[in-house]
């Protein structure tokens, strides 16, 4: 062994020491994200709403900042625009209903916009090979925006659920990647020493 190698060692030891305890505190908190996404999904479609509405009111409050700069060439429109987020924001919060409903619609349509590019884009160039999933990736999208549109609260509440139980099985997957790590770790620190 050469003196870089008894450099390397060490440094991998410590990168594997720490990246198992991330990856297993990561997974654990997947785990207990997923479940309540799982359980809870109207509560979970209640907070995004409501990170939502923050979101704007922050946009508006700093745009309503911009406003006191000299250097602001459109400080009225500036101006309007902050009030209007701030007061877009507090009707968010507000009317949690409308704000569920509104992610749901913007997703939706999204997806048909994007299943129809899609299919569009399949279509246009010929017959070539690929072709084919272009077309189908666009037909599935077109038909999830419809349903989504059609339903927007209940298949916010569907794909919340699939939310949840994706984040439980990616943490599942997290978890033993972590004791994987630790055990590469301790087998790293056996044959350092």
Do not use: C
Request: net charge neutral; charged share 10%; proline share 2%.
């Amino acid at each position: 062994m050469t003196s870089v190698d008894y450099d390397v060692q060490p440094a991998r030891a410590s990168v594997l020491a720490a990246s198992w305890q991330a990856t297993l505190v990561l997974g654990v908190l997947s785990v207990i994200l997923g479940i309540i996404v799982s359980f809870y999904p109207t509560g979970s479609l209640n907070v995004l709403a409501v990170l939502f509405g923050i979101q704007m009111i922050l946009f508006g409050i700093f745009h309503l900042l911009r406003i006191f700069d000299r250097d602001e060439q459109h400080r009225i429109w500036v101006g309007i625009a902050g009030l209007l987020s701030v007061v877009i924001g507090v009707v968010l919060i507000r009317h949690l209903h409308v704000t569920v409903q509104l992610i749901g619609l913007i997703i939706g349509l999204s997806w048909i916009v994007q299943g129809l590019a899609a299919v569009i884009g399949g279509l246009g160039h010929g017959l070539r090979e690929g072709n084919g999933w272009w077309i189908a990736f666009g037909v599935v999208s077109l038909i999830a925006g419809i349903v989504v549109v059609a339903a927007p609260v209940t298949s916010l509440k569907v794909m919340a659920v699939l939310l949840g139980i994706w984040f439980i099985i990616l943490g599942l997957f997290e978890i033993v990647a972590g004791f994987l790590l630790r055990q590469a770790d301790r087998a790293a620190q056996a044959t350092s020493t």
